[in-house]
């Protein structure tokens, strides 16, 4: 298996990659041996993945620091790197390598603090690999400092450095950082493609895979989470149920209540699982008495994790309702395919019924007001409103049309 081959929908993008990785290892091929380097090179030091939700952006960009990393034998051989099997492709596929260094926010914003290590690390010779690379999940959340300290280290990049940036689009990125970076635009994969995906790869069955593939549009990770998990599969179809339930204002209010408060059992619950395994490894990285006593002067670290998690609750949270937020846009956009008469294939055949009956009880001009109900409860979220109090304008909007 090739490093590739969970990429669905992305030929043009692998095409790229792959020229560029072949490119990557003759420059270090050449370097180790002595030799000069090649006249061209399809291999650039800064990347930027950009894409819509579910597109892969950082598959894509995980999967090419998998080739850059590769050691298989057979590329001496002309075979091309990403073999998907070598320690170097394992290791740095499943986010172990020594020599791949990955920041993902844990709050709403990349902290500089958070970057300041991995900046450090970025102009360091690779420690047993061949590239030292690093992998930013979550650039749009870079704040001012944080995406300075970047910019800096961007703009002179150590000899065998890599930066893999990712975002929605380019526009979610400062302009001197992506001025400097090589742009990969990701696609929205086939539904199909996904199916596909999740039959071979996950071995689900295959009415259960396109159910799932067609729901989420295309979004590989959550067509993959609602085919495995009973628990998605009840909160999507709660969110489907919402718009039924706002026909007056205490169901309104009583819907926005119930899906904050799903959201918050969702980060409730990954840090239950999470935190204690963290804080259990820390204190003994620290130390810690048999008791759990801290050696003095440690105190902070522990006051430092303890701030990242909390963050981190924030952020999952969040991502909840984003999650939340785009089932209640696929709805309403199934809702105005029905009243336009289009062809457009239905996301949500299990809630035909609800869709009919909304589809009939309004207009194309309100099922709109409805979509841009949910974009502006997404953008108050973006502002740091409390949840509660965006989900409940948001929730009233949908009653009102």
Not at 228 to 235: G, I, T
Request: a negative charge; glycine letters at 6%; one cysteine or more.
């Amino acid at each position: 298996m090739a490093v590739w081959d969970d990429l669905v929908g992305q030929e043009r993008v692998i095409a790229e990659l792959d020229a560029a990785a072949r490119d990557a290892d003759a420059l270090v091929t050449a370097a180790d041996e002595g030799a000069p380097s090649p006249a061209a090179s399809r291999m650039t030091h800064a990347w930027l993945f950009t894409g819509p939700p579910g597109a892969g952006r950082e598959a894509a960009a995980r999967a090419f620091a998998a080739a850059l990393q590769c050691v298989s034998p057979d590329r001496a051989l002309g075979g091309a790197p990403g073999c998907g099997f070598c320690d170097g492709c394992h290791t740095a596929l499943i986010g172990t390598h020594a020599d791949v260094s990955t920041v993902a926010a844990t709050g709403s914003q990349i902290l500089v603090e958070d970057m300041r290590d991995t900046v450090r690390k970025s102009y360091t010779a690779p420690a047993g690999g061949r590239w030292q690379i690093i992998l930013v999940e979550d650039a749009e959340r870079l704040n001012e400092k944080s995406a300075n300290a970047v910019l800096k280290a961007v703009e002179e990049p150590a000899t065998r450095t890599v930066w893999l940036l990712c975002a929605p689009s380019v526009d979610d990125v400062l302009p001197t950082i992506r001025s400097r970076c090589r742009l990969l635009t990701l696609r929205t994969p086939p539904v199909e493609a996904v199916a596909d995906l999740l039959i071979r790869r996950d071995g689900i069955e295959p009415e259960a895979a396109h159910a799932v593939a067609r729901a989420t549009q295309g979004h590989v990770d959550r067509a993959r989470r609602l085919a495995v998990d009973p628990a998605a599969r009840e909160r999507r179809a709660a969110v489907l149920r919402l718009p039924t339930r706002v026909g007056d204002v205490g169901g309104a209010l009583r819907a926005a209540q119930e899906l904050v408060d799903a959201a918050a059992a969702d980060a409730k619950a990954l840090a239950e699982e999470l935190d204690v395994r963290e804080s259990e490894e820390l204190k003994a990285a620290l130390g810690a008495s048999q008791g759990g006593r801290l050696p003095r002067g440690t105190a902070g670290v522990m006051k430092d994790l303890e701030d990242k998690q909390k963050r981190r609750r924030s952020r999952t949270q969040r991502d909840s309702l984003d999650l939340a937020l785009t089932d209640l846009t696929n709805f309403y956009r199934d809702v105005l395919a029905l009243q336009l008469g289009t062809r457009v294939a239905l996301a949500n055949v299990d809630a035909e019924d609800a869709l009919q009956r909304l589809a009939r009880s309004g207009t194309p001009e309100s099922t709109l007001r409805r979509i841009e109900a949910i974009a502006a409860c997404g953008k108050a979220l973006d502002r740091n409103v409390p949840p509660l109090l965006a989900v409940e304008a948001m929730t009233m909007a949908l009653r009102d049309g």
